[in-house]
C-alpha cells in the first residue's frame, strides 16, 4: 500500500472509535481564533499527540488537537492548531489532518488564517473571504501516486471555493453588519515575511492577500471533493506598503483584537451551513 494512504488510514484506525459523532463541517482555526471552541460544549477532544505518526505544530500558541462540538446544532470537528510547511514537514503531512477529517465524514471544509493584505484598498484588521487562490509557489500535496481511493488524479479547480459558501458568508457577514472584503489567497512558503519586491509580484499576480498555509489545505479537500469555503483576518498590511517592519506579536495582536468579530462570524455561517444541508 501507498505510505501516504497507509499513514492516513492508521491515524484513521487509531481515532475513529472516539468519534462522538459523524462531523458535517470540518473548521481550521488560524491565529486569533485559536480560543474558538471554549465558548462551546466539547463533546470530545483528541490531542494530536495521541494519533501515532500525526504531524504536531512546533509554532508558540499553536495548540494541536480536534475539539467536536455542536456548533448552532452542526456536528463540526475543529483543528485548535495547524502545521506549516515551513516547520519542516511533508506537504502530505501537512494536509494529512484535513483528509482524515474527511475520512471522519466531513462535507464542508472552513478554513481561518490570518494573513498579510496585498490588496492598498485593505486595511489592518479587515476581514477578506477567499474567492480562490493562487498555490504555485508551494509543491502539491497530490505530488506522487495518485490517492485513487481519496480522489482523482487531475482534479478540476475551477471552484475550489464554492459558490454557495461564500453567498452564506456575505450573507452572515450582512447580517452582523460585518464588512467584509473579497479575494484571491496567495500561498507562499515562510517562514519569513516577504519583500516588498515579493509583495509587488504577488499583487501583479493578482493576490489580494498572502498567507504560509491554507491553500495547499484547499487542494487536498479538492481532491477529496469537499466543499471549501475561507475567511482570512487582515492582520497587518503585506511588507513594503507602509513604513513599518513587520512582526509576528504585531500579526497576532490584531488578529486577536479582530477575535471577538471573527468568531461572531464563523458561528454565524455554521449556522446557515447547517439550515443549508438541512435543504
Ligand atoms: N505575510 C505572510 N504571512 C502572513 C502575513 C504576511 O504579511 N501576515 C500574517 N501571515
Do not use: W
Amino acid at each position: 500500500m501507498n505510505q501516504v494512504y497507509e499513514k492516513l488510514m492508521e491515524c484513521y484506525e487509531s481515532v475513529k472509535d472516539r468519534l462522538p459523532f459523524k462531523p458535517k463541517a470540518a473548521l481550521v482555526l488560524g491565529s486569533g481564533l485559536g480560543d474558538y471552541g471554549d465558548q462551546f460544549e466539547i463533546e470530545a477532544a483528541i490531542d494530536y499527540h495521541e494519533i501515532a505518526g500525526f504531524p504536531v505544530s512546533t509554532v508558540a500558541g499553536h495548540r494541536g488537537r480536534f475539539l467536536f462540538a455542536h456548533i448552532e446544532g452542526v456536528p463540526v470537528v475543529m483543528m485548535q492548531g495547524r502545521v506549516h510547511y515551513y516547520e519542516g514537514y511533508s506537504m502530505t503531512d501537512v494536509v494529512l489532518p484535513i483528509r482524515l477529517m474527511r475520512l471522519m465524514g466531513s462535507e464542508v471544509l472552513f478554513l481561518t488564517n490570518a494573513a498579510g493584505g496585498v490588496n492598498y484598498k485593505f486595511q489592518a484588521g479587515d476581514f477578506m473571504m477567499i474567492t480562490d487562490q493562487i498555490a504555485s509557489f508551494v509543491p502539491s500535496p497530490l505530488i506522487g501516486p495518485n490517492l485513487e481511493e481519496l480522489g482523482v488524479r487531475f482534479c478540476d479547480m475551477s471552484q475550489v471555493y464554492d459558490r454557495r459558501l461564500q453567498e452564506l458568508i456575505r450573507q452572515s457577514a450582512r447580517e452582523l453588519s460585518i464588512p467584509i472584503q473579497e479575494g484571491v489567497y496567495v500561498q507562499l512558503t515562510g517562514p519569513a515575511y516577504e519583500t516588498p519586491a515579493e509583495v509587488r509580484m504577488v499583487r501583479a499576480l493578482g493576490g489580494d492577500a498572502v498567507g504560509m498555509s491554507t491553500a495547499c489545505e484547499a487542494v487536498a479537500a479538492s481532491h477529496m471533493r469537499m466543499r471549501v469555503c475561507g475567511i482570512s483576518c487582515i492582520s497587518n498590511l503585506a511588507c513594503g506598503m507602509t513604513d513599518q517592519p513587520l512582526s509576528h506579536e504585531e500579526v497576532n495582536e490584531t488578529a486577536n483584537r479582530r477575535a471577538p468579530l471573527f468568531r461572531s462570524l464563523v458561528t454565524r455561517i455554521i449556522s446557515h451551513i447547517g439550515e443549508e444541508q438541512e435543504g
